[in-house]
């Protein structure tokens, strides 16, 4: 019998869940992430039976959320929304981020726009002095002509860059575009790397998360949670 190892993240990933589920009011209209802190967001939400509506960033959100019994709805119909929860890549000291290993970038970026306020749920291991420390930024292209793309951002905005792969085949996302992760310059304005990939012709959207993020709970393996807030300016 194959055994199952638990991941020993997974009491970082439940109190912080939990205390994001802490900032929901009975009645609120709620958008979701994803990844596996949302998911315990969404788990404990069911599990307390707590009166919300939620518009969800990704197809597995939904289907988490519909097995939890919590209500869906249509992101349009409802915004602005009461509260964005979703997770984070890596959080920087300014709260800045870097989402889209998961693929739902786009889709999440649309979300946290929508909300009155974002609260980030992690593990404290998430945290970096400078964006790009630990893993490449997830740049969604459309898949037309994503060679020539790639070129350009080669061309003096980003030292590599290389295309997401499930399997054999390209990586596709929800919205039907392709993904490149393209590594971060050690220096440099991330603000301005920001735009510059923004700007490119073929470019739909960039993992980087600026400036959205209002607070971060961050949960610890022992199960407790640092509480991180943007710096005053």
């Known amino acids: ?14 109190a912080a869940a939990a205390a994001a589920v802490e900032r929901i009011e009975p009645g609120m209209a709620i958008g979701l992430g994803s990844g ?9 939400i ?8 939620v518009a969800a960033a990704s197809v597995r ?6 097995e939890a019994g919590i209500e869906l709805i249509d992101l349009d119909a409802v915004v602005p929304l009461d509260l964005a929860i979703d997770g984070a890549d890596e959080i920087d ?4 981020l870097i989402k889209g290993a998961g693929g739902a970038l786009l889709r999440e970026k649309l979300v946290i726009a929508g909300a009155r306020h974002f ?43 290389e295309l997401r792969l499930a399997g054999d085949s390209p990586y596709v996302t929800d919205e039907g575009h392709v993904i490149l992760d393209c590594t ?9 790397l920001a735009a510059a990939l923004k700007s490119e012709t073929g470019v739909v959207e960039h993992g980087f998360f600026l400036g959205m993020a209002d607070e971060a709970l961050l949960g610890t393996l022992d199960g407790q949670v640092e509480e991180l807030s943007v710096p005053a300016r």
């Open 46 to 53: 069911g599990r307390r039976g707590l009166d919300v509506r």
């Open 184 to 192: 971060v310059p050690a220096e440099g304005s991330i603000e301005e």
């Open 61 to 66: 959100t939904e289907e988490v959320a519909t």
């Open 1 to 14: 019998m194959r055994r199952v190892t638990a991941d020993p993240k997974d009491g970082a990933r439940a």
């Open 119 to 161: 609260v980030v749920v992690a593990e404290t291991d998430k945290k970096v002095a400078r964006l790009g420390e630990t893993r490449a930024v997830p740049v969604e292209v459309v898949r037309f002509g994503w060679r020539s793309t790639l070129a350009r951002l080669l061309d003096g905005i980003v030292p590599e860059a």
């Open 36 to 44: 596996r802190a949302v998911w315990k967001v969404v788990e404990t």
């Open 93 to 96: 000291p300014q709260l800045g």
